[in-house]
């Protein structure tokens, strides 16, 4: 090759440029999944990743994102999202709130938005030798609540097996006794007269009440997710339904293929088909077909604060996400969706909450977190990494003499905004026997967002070895 | 085929029954499409309608539906609505605030909601000698917001076209002086300036309030409607346009329909077309196409007592909603969705809050409304008629002495719930013109709702008489 090279110059020459010219067309656009349970942050991580990219101009702010560090990077604009009919993903407002005199978080996710980025850069020149001009990728972000990501793995059961896993989750105690209220009135329902509405609706009320109540108590496990949160769904008959019990799956047993016609069994069976085919099947058809690259963000330190419940169903919840992401294999979203994904970030998120020195820490205990369906993927030819992060940094550390000691503390402000200087404690690297909660807490604190002053970068950590991870072979 | 008959009976017999069968089953379901402008009344129509059906027991209540006067009726129960993501029409809410100890009105309505009611009856014995069992009507009810329903029209127009129509309505003086802020903002607007989505968004909220305060002052061709009422499009883009000034259109002639890429004024073009394409025509199609009959609801009175402008716009708004209404005729709603709408009622609502011999004079006001449009319904082999209702009748009227004269009273309750005697005055057999209301208001009352007591049929007005026209043929 090196030959005919010498031997035909010009030629050569339009055949790599041509190969780098559809190399560019393909590659020029990114749409990524920022994917993670309710409260893990992911309206923070967007905000930040944003305003990371536009406000990029400085390579001591970003050392780790080559584009930067390359000085390569021309400058990145908001442009206009590619569905219009999605809210767009409020980052100014987030700004605003952000760089207030008094900060406040941005609020939480209610429904689906968006935020398309345009990000122009000079081609390095490593494979650009021939050519000169710049180059533009298109990055695509979705935001969507966390509560609605875990119903895929609904689409790959009946209303039969659906049930069963909800009592299996209902075994846990603490869990039984909130669903108080919905088992009185499920044991009143006679399943095989005829169908009413009403009294559907009324229980399904209950459960939706008992799902609610759950996550305020830190559960995760949560299904169907648009009981939680219905959006536009608010007041539809496809959210009136609920599981059976394990009396009642007993007594229906195989009458559960052919229910009374018009009877309410056969109204809650139909419901929670409608349920798959008509909300999680668009959802996942309209959002997840079409991405290419993942961030799933994981709060484990709020799980630790709130106990051994909390943390294992952290654990569950991820062992039931990460099952139906497991990308390559004959798994239900491939089968149904066939995304393209071909990297994958696990992010430990809040990592501003712990000193610096426990944060090796904290990606351990994700990765004992992750581990069985990690290997799936990583079998599976996707590349993925894990990391903790802090998407806007509310925190600085430094030391602190403790009886002539030196300990690592941290300094931020507390909920009511009072400055204040703590050592959270260790981070454990794998997760703790349930006695060990019984002996002592995990106090990890709640923190204000940073005073931003005049300032209109966000601080963060590990954004831009996140932002390089997922970007950088795209912008070379 | 006298002859055959006498000579083949059983045959003739079969073939009979055959065809009636056929007939059945063709006819045995009506959807409804109750169409209104906000605050016409169309959430307490439809709650009185599934009142009348599901509580009809005794023909007093309903002298003139003949399925009821002549005893055929059997039973009415509500039944699993058609699309279950939509919100189940609440009824049930409307009926326990309407009996609860101080009675309040419904509801209005917020997006799409749906009832569907199972009608069982006995055959008429006029057709059915040969046949004894008795038949089933289902009836499929759709609510939503009146604001989405002058949409229609744009879905003839081009985004300049539609600034043209805006700005014809922003000549009213009254209305000009409600979008003063509108105008500030737009009139800075660069639109031939590189895109800015920000400014647009701004400016389209200052477009949707003034909507919003025009809605407040009585008026009711406001468009976009969803710019009123967003639903889950709130924050959308598919909402941030508004139309162009007199002054913009005139200054890009022709450069509209070749703008400038990425410019402001491609944009908002851009999503006009989107709001069409995306919002409007789904909205029809899904809801519009399938129905059989229509009720029309125009709250004729509310217009009076706000004066010549609210009344002027509603005429307006009534031509608009006809002119796109017109069944039969190649007109929009014809070209794209093909209805086959046989009856159509227009109703003037709240005829309880006029004395009974003021009726008339009512029907008369909205036939003066509607004479053009009706005129060409009529031709188009539509059935149309004419009345004046009451859904859920507030007053009960009598006779009081004035001066010794006899005049006729209504007593009901005012919005504070005390009982009143009133002669609310005369209903204009046509617009007055607008020196009429320089000289003198008219002001027919707001009433609470009537106290029920322990009874649960709702008191009306000719709700009879328009289920009799809806429904009667399909109950023979």
Known sequence: MQTSFLQHPNIQYTKQKLKLTAARLVNNHVNLAVTGLSGSGKTAFITSLV??????????????????????????????????????????????????TSPEWPSST??????????K??????????????ATLTLDITDYPGEWLLDLPLLDMDYAQWSRHCQEELNDPLRHDIAGPFFTAVNR????????????????????QYLIDCQTRGYQLLQPGRFILPGELSGAPV?????????????????????????????????????????????????????????VLVDCLSALNRGFHSYQDLQKALDWLMGSFQYG????????????????????????????????????LLESMLHSARKQIQFDGVSTESTAISAIRASKSGLSQLNGESIPVLQGRNEQGASITLFPGEVPQSCPSP????????????????????????PHIRMDQVLDFLLADKLI
């Open 189 to 208: 329902l006679d399943l095989n007269a005829e169908g009413d509405e009403l009294a559907l609706q009324k229980i399904a009320e209950l459960y939706s």
């Open 435 to 458: 006695d060990f909660w019984k002996q002592q807490k995990f106090e990890f604190p709640k923190l204000s967002p940073p005073l931003m002053n005049t300032q209109y970068v966000l």
């Open 110 to 119: 209610k429904g689906i938005s968006q935020v398309r980025l345009k990000i």
């Open 239 to 295: 959210l009136h339904f609920f599981p059976l019990t394990d009396v009642q799956l007993q007594q229906q047993r195989g009458d559960l293929n052919k229910p009374v016609k018009g009877s309410n069994v056969e109204l809650l069976s139909q419901r929670f088909e409608h349920y798959k085919t008509k909300v999680v099947q668009p959802f996942y058809k309209d959002h997840f077909k079409g991405f290419d690259r993942q961030v």
């Open 121 to 134: 850069y000079k081609k390095s020149r490593g494979l650009s030798q021939y050519l000169t001009e710049d």
């Open 329 to 364: 294999s004959s798994n239900i979203l491939n089968r149904l969706f066939q995304p393209k994904i071909d990297k994958l970030v696990f992010a430990a998120s809040k990592a501003d909450h712990i000193t610096p020195e426990q944060q090796t820490n904290l990606v351990k």
């Open 51 to 100: 305003n990371q990219l536009i406000e990029a101009n400085e390579a001591a702010h970003l050392p780790f994102f080559s584009v930067v560090r390359e000085s390569r990077l021309i400058g990145v604009k908001r442009d206009v999202q590619p569905n219009l009919t999605f809210s767009r993903f409020a980052y100014e407002d987030a700004m605003v709130k952000l760089t207030q």
